[in-house]
Nanobody, 122 residues
């Protein structure tokens, strides 16, 4: 059974940084896409960043230049480095994995983590 467990969320002031982690288990996931999504209260879930099996990445316009997604296939771990955080980055952040050779858009996701909360105060 595939499990995704996020960690690293928390509260930070605007301009600060956080690093999110996602530990994957239950499958050999090196060929599958992985991604980070977020959902703020009253808003739809959106993809923040996606990474394919060879390390190519895609970012939402709102986080380009501030967030960096990476993966360690040997450790089955996904990361999200978040810098210059803004109050509008406040949301529940979810790790996801799915269809191989894609950037993990919502329609490509097969498994979701439970989420980790990120709160940015002004």
């Amino acid at each position: 059974q595939v499990q995704l467990v996020e960690s690293g969320g928390g509260s930070v002031q605007a301009g600060g940084s956080l690093r999110l982690f996602c530990a994957a288990s239950g499958y050999t996931g090196s060929s599958y896409c992985m991604g980070w999504f977020r959902q703020a209260p009253g808003k739809e879930r959106e993809r923040v960043a996606g990474i394919d099996s060879v390390g190519s990445t895609i970012y939402a316009d709102s986080v380009k230049g501030r967030f960096t997604i990476s993966r360690d296939n040997a450790k089955n771990t996904l990361y999200l480095e978040m810098n210059s955080l803004k109050p509008e980055d406040t949301a529940m952040y979810y790790c996801a994995t799915g269809r191989a050779y894609t950037y993990c858009s919502s329609r490509d996701v097969w498994y979701w983590g439970q989420g980790t909360q990120v709160t940015v105060s002004s």
